[in-house]
């Protein structure tokens, strides 16, 4: 009954999210897309929980969905991106990319089948075991390290961010005095020979 | 549940590196007005720093800790302080370079800082997570710098293509480490080769499909064919002192990434690289070398040069002794000084608004600035692999390890490839000493900090040469 | 004091030139010329002084070292290293090259100044003594090859030092091609004593030759021919040898060495690098003593050189090339010496002849100089009126160089004569009458040349005359700084370095028991001024004697003489002015047959097949492909990520199911 249960969600969600992560790719409006990702997202998220990952599949929705993904969506719908431009030589290229991916996806079935990795499914807790305390606990003292390396990765991505998209203050109306008087007539005034009449 | 602090001691560089950096980022912010280049000497106390604790806390022992993730080495020690002190010739070259552009001075300081520590971090990685959060460390910030003159449009494409490529590559080696980690059930480097000497037959397939991106991931950060298509773009696109700099640490970083991973790690599977690496080093050596032939711009031809040269490099890797393990990283360091000198070069010679790109530029340097000239010979010859410079001390370890794992077929094929690729960097010392000069203007661009940093890289190089002993035996002492 | 102050005490001896060199050679335009002698004979005067000190630690308290300093390469089992070997002979050596180097590093300050290559001269001065000295100090063949070599170098470049005289250029290419020749012989050497022994440090190989001798292994030269090993590798060494210290027939470069700067040819071509060749024979001794074969060559090349050599010295007018005739035939000597295995005695006439033959040499170059650059002999004439001092110093050269007793030169000369008549060697009969009449002709041409140019009427024109004068005095300081040990260190040496109990060089040098001629002499020694006194009884004394005598009727006393003989015995004279015919022979047969072989070469090999198929072809095939191979950079990034996809899937399909 329970492994019915759970076996019916699992095929469903990640069926879900095949399809969708699909759909990301080969849709022709973005904001589609956009929201595509978002149910890739969701579906995801359903997995982790079937893995008692509470806090993970949580986390998921409320970073990701709530608020990168609202993000995203803002950009997409600012920029107005011509996909179709972008696709031109989706379908010259596809036959090749299709032999390639199909060739990949053959040899990844008969190598990662499930026999080779000799895996048990993860034991069952009960209700008072809590996830993130586990979690919590695990990162604070064993992966110590490679948490602080993951802030060190944020600032530096922080910075990146900043340093290639801040340009300086702007917004402010106020007169810059020096580049006003330095402003040389060339700059300005651009001067055009125009004929008299139009010579045929 | 008990909990044992880890020692942090061995890991003081890196918290060292990165509170200075921290620094750095805040005094550039606060004080640059009234101090425009203290973030500059910041940052080269911080390399200087960091040359000393890590000199200083080095105790020729092995030490493990933070869980297994991070280790401190022989070979990680020397590789550690060759990415620190390239660095700060880097940061010398670069000083004018950097003023005279629209590039934000703290922020190329900070992010090269950050870039450094990261390969610190993967130098040192111990574990899955580690080692990839160190490349992710070193990667992000490069992507930033290729961009960061923001008003020059072949940057931007140049960084765009960087991050597309460098995110494919990093998903394929996340891939391979996590078929590996899924076959053997463990993220420590040392657990996991502990494991390799008894996985059951039924996953041996597994852990070579996981090697394969594994060895993909490395061979992108080398540069080797055929992962090597963002080598010339980005090295032209680039400004001449970000391409300094992506043409010199991260090479190391990224030998110290396939030490740990192949050598370390997986030396059981060492035909499965090893077959491999022969490929990447044969197809590296030849488009590299072919494809420099006819370039005219010096950075690309460079580019193509370091592709080739990352060929010669592989090729002690995949050796598989120990010999062939310290003539690779004898070979990655002096690549790294080479090339450090010929784009340092490139950088300190572009004045205001003009960069000494292309091979003609270099036309009858010899009676602009002979001494320069002079340098810029010993670097191409050394390159070239002319004895007695270092370079040819370089290729002849690498030869003979290859003759000492017999692959003599190899050694011969790198040494035709070798002759080829003299003609190119010949051309260059032919421009500069034969054809007639298009400026007759001498060479004032140059301060006298970056001539002397640059004789100093260019006498190594011959120094090197002749006493090839004084690095090759800590190269030796490590394998 | 232990090991290791030698070792630093070494060091310091044999870099301090190098830094004199580097720094007069790369900043001599910066530092100027007053600066660059003053730096390069500082540093010179340090080694000198230290050298002394070194001779003080390793003859009075008895040390020696043998160390590696520094490992250069490692080629499987083989390692380069750069070490030192400090010995009685070596120190000796050391001490011998310092102190006629410093004198001429003086003396060139007089010589060469106003040249416009001065500081160049300095640099290169200073980087011989470095090489000279790597050669002397060297503990393994590697080593001794990097000095045989520099000193050779620095040799080619000294004697083209005037690089646009046609003369200077020529000799300093024959110079050098000479030396070639001798030094395949010597690398030839090198390399089957690095196969048969395994190892090119000294030690290791003397401390093998014993049981590798016991065995007596053959060497098949021609299939049939088999020589013993030993006799081989001890010729093909002695080829070696005999380039550097110009040995009939490949003595031909050293006349033509003069045309170098005077101090040059003191320095180079008559103290110091010719006798490395000596120098090295001596070191090889445990080999040598080990075949009778090669000895005898030795001596019979040596004595056969001393004669003939001497000869063509007669009939020379240039006055440095009287000089440099007398060199050869004394190096002849040498080699005669140790042909004998009275090593002692040939390195004992080394040292005495360094000093001899520099003073003779710096003497000369002083007259040169008064005579404005003049070296023809029949321009000059009682030129002792003009310049006493150098009248006097070159007296005593000639004095000792004619080996009249108590001069420094009788006494090793003396001592070569009687070990080569005590030898029993196959050859020694013809070797023996070959030095002695060499006694008579050294006296004979040196003293013709010293009457010719100090006495007799003046011939030099009326403006050279105008203007002679003695030399300045840092000119003459080093003449007299070398006349003095021309004539007391014989007499100081003789006693210990040949008959001293143990002799004074100890055990670097190996004698067997059946050769060792020189313990036969030591029965009639008794000090050496009975061995100046009992010089009357015997023949080289009045050979010589009759040599001066000869040379005085002839110059002196009836002028006439010389005319009588040149005329009446034409095909004599004919003879010695054509230097028996090796240089006219080199021409035509190696140096013309060279170039026609080179020529057919050129046209056919390089022209038509290496340029033209090779060369030009595989740069055809090679910019083809780049061509080709550029357009698969297309810029395009999803060809870039095609690419690796493409690489990740041959490798997969390769791995997984290969």
Not at chain 2, 429 to 443: C, L, N
Request: net charge neutral; charged share 10%; hydrophobic share 55%.
């Amino acid at each position: 009954m329970y492994n019915w249960l759970t076996d019916c969600v699992f095929y469903v969600a990640a069926a879900l999210l095949v399809v969708s992560s699909l759909l990301v790719i080969t849709s022709r409006n973005p904001v589609r897309s956009v929201l595509f990702l978002v149910l890739c997202f969701f579906c995801s998220s359903i997995l982790w929980m079937l893995l008692e990952a509470e806090f993970l599949a949580l986390v998921l929705i409320f970073v990701y969905v709530g608020a990168v993904m609202t993000l995203f969506l803002f950009v997409v719908m600012m920029l107005h991106i011509d996909l179709e431009k972008l696709k031109t030589n989706f379908v010259r290229y596809l036959p090749i990319g299709a032999l390639i991916v199909l060739g990949m996806i053959g040899l990844m079935g008969y190598i990662i089948a499930p026999e080779h990795f000799s895996l048990l499914a993860p034991a069952h807790h009960g209700a008072d075991y809590s996830n993130i305390k586990e979690l919590g606990t695990a990162l604070y003292t064993h992966y110590v390290y490679p948490f602080e390396l993951a802030a060190v990765i944020l600032i530096v991505a922080i910075i990146s961010a900043i340093s290639l998209a801040h340009r300086g203050p702007r917004g402010r109306k106020s007169q810059d005095v020096p580049s006003q008087l330095n402003i040389q007539r060339n700059d300005r005034v651009r001067l055009v020979d125009v004929p008299a009449e139009k010579k045929e | 549940m008990n909990f044992v602090i880890p020692d942090v001691v061995p890991a003081i560089p890196e918290i060292f590196m990165l509170a200075m950096t921290c620094i750095v980022l805040l005094s550039g912010l606060f004080l640059q007005r009234r101090y425009p280049s203290l973030p500059y000497m910041l940052s080269l106390l911080a390399l200087v720093g960091a040359v000393v604790l890590t000199v200083a806390l080095y105790k020729h022992t092995t030490e493990i800790t933070f869980h297994n993730s991070y280790i401190i080495d022989h070979i990680g020690s020397i590789l550690k302080v060759t990415i620190l002190g390239t660095c700060f010739f880097v940061f010398l070259y670069c000083r004018r370079y950097v003023a005279d552009r629209n590039i934000l001075n703290t922020e190329f300081y900070v992010l090269c800082l950050f870039s450094v520590l990261g390969m610190m971090v993967l130098v040192s990685a111990y574990s899955f997570i580690s080692l990839y959060l160190g490349l992710e460390i070193f990667s992000l910030p490069l992507y930033a710098l290729i961009a960061l003159q923001r008003d020059a449009a072949r940057s931007a494409e140049a960084a765009m293509k960087y991050f597309i490529m460098g995110a494919v590559a990093s998903g394929m080696l996340l891939y391979g480490l996590s078929m590996i980690y899924g076959a053997t059930k463990s993220v420590d480097i040392a657990v996991v080769s502990q494991v390799l000497t008894s996985v059951p037959a039924s996953q041996n397939l597994i852990l070579v499909f996981g090697l394969v991106f594994v060895v993909v991931g490395v061979a992108f950060k080398l540069g080797g064919a055929p992962f090597h298509m963002w080598v010339p773009d980005v090295y032209e696109g680039a400004p001449s002192a970000v391409t300094l700099f992506i043409a010199t640490a991260p090479k190391i970083a990224a030998f110290a990434m396939a030490v740990r991973l192949l050598v370390d790690m997986m030396p059981l599977y060492q035909v499965e690289w090893q077959h491999m690496l022969i490929v990447v080093a044969l197809v590296s050596m030849a488009i590299g070398n072919f494809v420099a032939i006819v370039q005219t711009n010096l950075k690309r031809m460079l580019a193509y040069s370091s592709i080739a040269h990352m060929g010669y490099m592989s090729l002690g890797l995949l050796s598989g002794n120990a010999q062939g393990y310290s003539a690779a990283s004898f070979y990655i360091i002096v690549y790294t000084i080479m090339s450090l000198g010929a784009f340092g070069m490139v950088t300190i010679l572009s004045g205001k608004g003009f960069e000494m790109e292309t091979i003609n530029d270099y036309k009858g340097l010899n009676s602009r600035n002979p001494w320069l000239a002079f340098i810029m010979l010993l670097l191409m010859f050394s390159m070239a692999g002319v004895p007695p410079i270092a370079g040819f001390f370089a290729k002849l370890g690498v030869i003979e390890s290859l003759v000492e794992a017999h692959l003599v077929w190899l050694a011969v094929l790198a040494l035709v490839f070798a002759i080829i690729g003299a003609y190119y960097y010949l051309r260059v010392v032919k421009v500069m000493y034969f054809d007639a000069p298009e400026h007759q203007s001498r060479i004032d661009t140059t301060s006298m900090d970056t001539r002397i940093a640059i004789s100093a890289n260019g006498l190594f190089i011959l120094v090197l040469g002749i006493f090839p002993g004084i690095i090759f035996n800590l190269c030796k002492a490590a394998f | 004091m232990d090991g290791n102050s030698i070792h630093n005490i070494s060091m310091i001896i044999v870099f301090a030139p190098l830094v004199g060199a580097i720094i007069a050679g790369f900043f001599g335009k910066k530092l100027g010329p007053r600066m660059s002698h003053q730096v390069t004979i500082f540093l010179m005067t340090i080694a000198f002084v230290l050298a002394m000190y070194l001779a003080k630690l390793v003859f009075m308290d008895g040390q020696t070292y043998n160390g590696t300093i520094y490992t250069w390469g490692v080629s499987g089992s083989f390692q380069f290293n750069v070490g030192f070997l400090i010995d009685r002979l070596s120190t000796m050596m050391m001490l011998c090259v310092t102190f006629v180097s410093l004198a001429v590093h003086v003396y060139s300050i007089g010589y060469m100044h106003g040249d416009p290559g001065y500081q160049r001269f300095f640099a290169y001065i200073s980087l011989f003594t470095f090489a000279m000295l790597m050669l002397v100090s060297a503990n393994n063949f590697f080593q001794l090859f990097f000095g045989w070599e520099g000193v050779g170098l620095v040799s080619y470049l000294l004697i083209g030092f005037w690089f646009r005289r046609d003369n200077a250029n020529f000799g300093s290419l024959k110079a050098f091609l000479v030396n070639r020749v001798g030094d395949f012989g010597f690398i030839l050497g090198i390399s089957a004593i690095l196969n048969y022994f395994g190892s090119v440090d000294y030690q290791a190989v003397f401390d093998q030759v014993p049981q590798f001798a016991a065995s007596n292994p053959t060497l098949s030269i021609i299939p049939g021919l088999h020589w013993s090993v030993i006799t081989v590798i001890c010729i093909l060494l002695f080829i070696g040898a005999m380039g550097k210290s110009a040995q009939m027939p490949l003595h031909v470069w050293l006349p033509e060495s003069m045309e170098g700067p005077t101090p040059i040819s003191a320095l180079i071509h008559a103290a110091t690098m010719v006798t490395a060749g000596v120098f090295m024979v001596s070191r090889m001794s445990p080999l040598f003593e080990l075949s009778q074969n090669a000895l005898s060559l030795v001596l019979i090349i040596g004595s056969a050189g001393a004669l003939f050599t001497g000869l063509i010295a007669i009939v020379q007018t240039d006055i440095k090339r009287v000089v440099a005739y007398s060199t050869l035939s004394q190096l002849g000597y040498m080699m005669a010496g140790l042909g004998a295995s009275a090593f002692s005695a040939g390195l004992f006439h080394l040292f005495t002849h360094a000093c001899f033959k520099a003073l003779l040499f710096l003497g000369a170059g002083s007259v040169i100089i008064g005579m404005h650059h003049e070296q023809d002999m029949r321009k000059m004439g009682n030129l002792r009126k003009y310049m006493p001092i150098t009248y006097v110093c070159f007296l005593i050269g000639a004095l000792a160089l004619s080996a009249i007793p108590p001069f420094a030169g009788y006494y090793s000369k003396d001592a070569i004569i009687e070990a080569v008549h005590a030898s029993t060697i196959p050859g020694a009969t013809i070797a023996y009458w070959c030095v002695l009449l060499g006694a008579f002709v050294t006296a004979l041409y040196t003293f013709r040349a010293f009457f010719w140019t100090f006495h007799t009427q003046e011939r030099m024109s009326d403006k050279v005359r105008a203007h002679l004068k003695e030399s300045p005095w840092v000119v003459w300081a080093p003449l007299v700084a070398l006349a003095i040990p021309s004539i007391f260190l014989g007499m100081i040496l003789v006693g210990p370095m040949l008959y001293g109990k143990p002799p004074l060089l100890g055990d670097a040098i190996y004698v067997a028991p059946q050769y060792n001629v020189l313990a036969e002499m030591a029965k009639e020694y008794h000090g050496p001024w009975s061995m100046a006194f009992h010089s009357v009884m015997t023949l080289p004394f009045w050979l010589a004697v009759s040599g001066v005598f000869v040379a005085w009727l002839a110059y002196c006393g009836m002028p006439s003489l010389p005319e009588m003989f040149a005329s009446r015995l034409r095909w004599a004279h004919a003879t010695l002015t054509y230097k028996f015919g090796f240089d006219d022979f080199n021409q035509f047969f190696f140096v013309r047959g060279c170039r026609r072989i080179a020529g057919w070469c050129y046209r056919v090999g390089d022209q038509m097949i290496v340029d033209g198929f090779f060369v030009n072809g595989s740069g055809r095939v090679v910019q083809w492909v780049s061509r080709v191979s550029r357009h698969l950079q297309s810029g395009y990034l999803y060809h870039y990520a095609f690419a690796m996809i493409l690489g990740l899937v041959v490798f997969l399909s390769w791995l997984v199911l290969g």
